[in-house]
């Protein structure tokens, strides 16, 4: 069986900076003009309530980043971009015999980045990662086709999945449901932003609401 999580605001925080300097500097990274005003765009929504940035737009905004990391023009302190329990959680799960699967609209190379962190002698983060699961190869998270192909591609091996938002978490359900699949989902809500009428209607399509890693009961 294996566990799905996905990366920025479930096991990581988002980069610091990472989409201020999209909207700053994507003319030095992307020099198809349309593209980089659609990328400037995509990020300045980033925020808007219920805004979900198209896995196109942000594969290549993880280009942008992958790159001026590499140049040194973008800084990440992976340490600081780990959510504390993120480490201990993917340690349980491989003790109780699960894999784990790391289910993101990021670039293989952007995630090889945040997952290169060390934690401890001669290991990183992604040693503990048994597969990756790219939006690029897998299809878009927000719809529930994707899910769909998920559980058949796992052979029905799911166990849980992760997810900051909520309309993944739906999507996630309906896949399930239309594979004839059953498995645990956790929106992933750190801020406690949902209000009691949204968990009661997530609650009834049995999606579990966290405030982190430590409030899995399994």
């Not at 980043?65 to 340490?79: N, P, Q």
């Not at 971009?81 to 293989?108: D, M, Q, W, Y």
């Not at 359900?173 to 009428?197: C, F, H, M, W």
Request: overall charge negative.
């Amino acid at each position: 069986m294996i566990e799905l999580y996905d990366l920025g605001r479930t096991t990581h925080r988002a980069v610091k900076g990472m989409y201020e300097f999209v909207i700053n500097n994507i003319d030095k990274y992307v020099g198809d003009k349309g593209l980089a005003e659609k990328l400037k765009e995509e990020a300045k929504n980033r925020e808007v309530k219920g805004h979900s940035i198209p896995q196109e737009y942000f594969a290549a905004m993880c280009d942008v980043w992958t790159k001026a990391y590499k140049t040194g023009d973008f800084l990440i302190d992976l340490e600081a971009t780990i959510f504390p329990e993120t480490i201990p959680r993917f340690k349980k799960v491989k003790a109780n015999g699960r894999r784990i699967g790391i289910l993101t609209s990021a670039s293989r190379d952007f995630t090889n980045i945040l997952y290169g962190l060390p934690i401890g002698e001669n290991q990183r983060l992604s040693d503990l990662v048994d597969e990756y699961f790219l939006g690029q190869d897998v299809g878009d998270k927000d719809f529930p086709e994707t899910f769909a192909g998920l559980w058949e591609r796992t052979e029905g091996g799911i166990y849980a999945i992760f997810d900051d938002k909520i309309s993944v978490c739906r999507a996630a359900r309906k896949g399930l449901d239309l594979a004839g699949g059953n498995s645990s989902i956790y929106l992933v809500d750190r801020k406690g932003q949902y209000t009691e009428e949204v968990l009661e209607e997530l609650a009834e399509k049995s999606i579990l609401r966290i405030r982190n890693f430590n409030e899995v009961k399994d």
